[in-house]
């Protein structure tokens, strides 16, 4: 089963801020969080990921809390190509496990 | 690089027919997994490679379901005797094995089994 817990739908206007939360609890300290993000019938794409410090891209920035418990994914200015469901991962740091995957977040960015 | 590469895109066969599917992992790519996913649903761990070798089967991975990697490189998932349940999203990703590795997609297999 999956380790996290996101809001199955979000809206966002297009130009603004995307903020996607997480909550992983019981996340140890040996495990990464991931995300993906899946564009309608493609595979999914890699957006970032980090161990406890904050993390940014040229995609996405993530914003991991002191304890741990919970992140956000922050699109900084979200396109209608955003449009997609977003997977929030929590996988060990050995990396040699599979990904598992919730239902993750629909976000759907209007003009 | 030119990303994980997948064959065929999309695949409709009968009930009790067998498929193959390919995929391409980015080369250097040294780990490959198999996943599947089915409408409305996350992807769901199959099974993965290191190298040649298979090193974990997910308990999805009924006997019809076998997958090879023969030279550590491209990997072949085939289902035997078909089944309407089988219908899905077959997706492969590869990774290079190390701490914290990241693992890319392909674009999937749809296959629709009648």
Known sequence: DA????????????????NL????????????VYWYRQI??????YII??????????????????????STLILPHATLRDTAVYYCIVR????????VFGKGTRLSVIA | DTGVSQDP???ITKRGQNVTF???????????????QTLGQGPEFLTYFQNEAQLEKSRLLSDRFSA??????????????????????????SSQARAGDTQYFGPGTRLTVL
């Open chain 2, 22 to 36: 390919r995929c391409d992992p980015i080369s250097e790519h040294n780990r490959l997994y198999w996943y599947r």
């Open chain 2, 68 to 93: 090879e990697r023969p030279k550590g490189s491209f990997s072949t998932l085939e289902i035997q005797r078909t089944e309407q349940g089988d219908s899905a999203m077959y997706l492969c990703a």
């Open chain 1, 21 to 32: 939360p997480c909550n992983h609890s019981t996340i140890s300290g040996n495990e990464y």
């Open chain 1, 40 to 45: 309608h019938s493609q595979g999914p794409q």
């Open chain 1, 49 to 70: 990921h980090g161990l406890k410090n904050n993390e940014t891209n040229e995609m996405a920035s993530l914003i991991i809390t002191e304890d741990r418990k919970s």
């Open chain 1, 92 to 99: 060990g740091i050995s990396g040699n496990t599979p990904l």
């Open chain 1, 3 to 18: 380790k996290t817990t996101q809001p199955p739908s979000m809206d966002c206007a297009e130009g603004r801020a995307a």
């Open chain 2, 9 to 11: 895109r999309h695949k």
